[in-house]
């Protein structure tokens, strides 16, 4: 069964630094990976999605990694803002529509 | 269009009521998705259509009933809950195939309270 962890669960960063957060899954046997962001009460935004043959997916101030055979993906945050502050989840994706979430890391980036 | 769009926003109902979540896109999306998030937790899956027709069900009990009428529309039918069914509950969408299979667009929720 596939186990999904992301750390630091918490984060609190000021306005302007760039940040890194992790994730990692225990079965390399992936399809994809998505990485999402949910606001409190909200539902989930889709960030990135990374095909298991990529290395790198790239979205504005946003860049996730995958690193399948280790069982690793980061997401790296740019110039970090207020408005990035939510819970980031990752979910590595397995056949039959399945995704795994993790258990986030919420992010708090201070004005 | 890239949105999934969820009514109600919230539902409050007693135990002997029954009640009905809906969903919806025009993505052309195949494949749909229900998932319940309690407070501070992720995402657990429910349900999965694949082609209008059910994929998967996660154990679910039989007091939630899914529906897929057509290839937009995702209805999720309440009845009898208990008042740990209280949560948010996601609707979730992709393609069934191909090279973006399996990424999940979701909509905003349903927050439902069962009193």
Redesign the interface.
């Known amino acids: 069964k596939q186990e999904v962890t992301q750390i630091p669960a918490a984060l609190s960063v000021p306005e302007g630094e760039n940040l890194v957060l992790n994730c990692s899954f225990t079965d390399s046997a992936i399809y994809n990976l998505q990485w999402f962001r949910q606001d409190p009460g909200k539902g989930l935004t889709s960030l990135l999605l990374i095909q298991s043959s990529q290395r790198e997916q790239t979205s504005g101030r946003l860049n996730a990694s995958l690193d399948k055979s280790s069982g690793r993906s980061t997401l790296y945050i740019a110039a970090s803002q207020p408005g990035d502050s939510a819970t980031y989840l990752c979910a590595p994706g397995a056949g039959s529509y399945q995704l795994t979430f993790g258990k986030g890391t919420k992010l708090s980036v201070i004005p | 269009d890239t949105e999934?769009t969820?009514t109600p926003k919230h539902l409050v109902m007693g135990m002997t009521n029954k009640k009905s979540l809906k969903c919806e896109q025009h993505m052309g999306h195949r494949?749909m998705?229900w998932y319940k998030q309690k407070a501070k937790?992720?995402?657990e899956?429910m349900f999965?259509y694949?082609y209008e027709k059910l994929?998967?069900n996660e154990s679910v009990p039989s007091r939630f009933s899914p529906e897929c009428p057509n290839s937009s529309l995702l209805n999720l039918h309440l009845h009898a809950l208990q008042p740990e069914d209280s949560a948010?509950y996601?609707c979730?969408s992709?393609q069934a195939s191909g090279?973006?299979?399996?990424?999940?667009?979701?909509?905003?929720?349903t927050?439902l309270t069962v009193l």
């Open positions: 999934v969820q494949a998705y937790k992720p995402p899956l999965v694949s994929s998967i948010l996601l979730a992709s090279v973006s299979y399996n990424e999940q667009f979701f909509g905003p929720g927050r």
